[in-house]
């Protein structure tokens, strides 16, 4: 017995049904939660009840680097980067090839430090994403970010994403 489709589609529409069908998945279902790198950057999760709290990484001079295997957030969960008055700026960086998925609120708490998140794989921030970020917030799938025209080795190696 042949059990093959003799359906005569056109490919057009067989197209529009297959993205109308995955577009009908909640982001919900496809957002990641945020996980270190295991690379020695230092990053730590500590995660309670909605709120991802982001400590630890590598300072070098008044700039503070994190390393995510997956950065996302699922409405209602909070990512609170933790930085101090000595800290200009916070670069996250997302290693596991994932595009990250931010439905809820990133905040940075414990001073005035600038943002910058990259992850080469992409971003999308729904309407529910919001931000509570005293400085400048920067989103960029480049793969490195440089300051002042140079960067030192180690500084190299903590921000130059695989």
């Given at each position: 017995m042949n059990t093959q489709c003799t359906c005569k589609l056109p490919k057009w529409?067989?197209?529009l049904l297959l993205t109308w069908v995955?577009?009908?998945?909640p982001l919900a279902a496809r957002?990641?939660?945020i996980i270190a790198a295991p690379d020695g950057t230092g990053t730590l999760i500590h995660h309670n009840g909605n709120t991802?709290?982001?400590d630890g990484g590598i300072q070098a001079g008044a700039n503070l680097f994190?390393?995510?295997?997956e950065f996302g957030l699922n409405p209602?969960?909070?990512?609170?980067?933790?930085?101090n008055s000595s800290i200009n700026n916070i670069v996250g960086r997302v290693t596991g090839g994932k595009t990250s998925i931010v439905q809820g609120l990133i905040q940075l708490s414990g001073?005035?430090?600038?943002?910058?998140?990259?992850?080469?794989?992409g971003w999308v921030f729904t309407q529910g994403a919001s931000l509570d970020v005293p400085g400048s917030f920067g989103a960029t799938?480049?793969?490195?970010i440089g300051f002042g025209g140079t960067i030192s080795t180690p500084t190299e190696i903590i921000i130059t994403a695989n």
């Open positions: 529409l067989y197209l995955i577009g009908m998945q957002a990641s939660s991802y709290k982001i994190h390393s995510f295997q209602q969960e909070i990512a609170d980067f933790l930085s001073g005035n430090s600038n943002l910058f998140l990259m992850n080469p794989a799938t480049a793969t490195r």
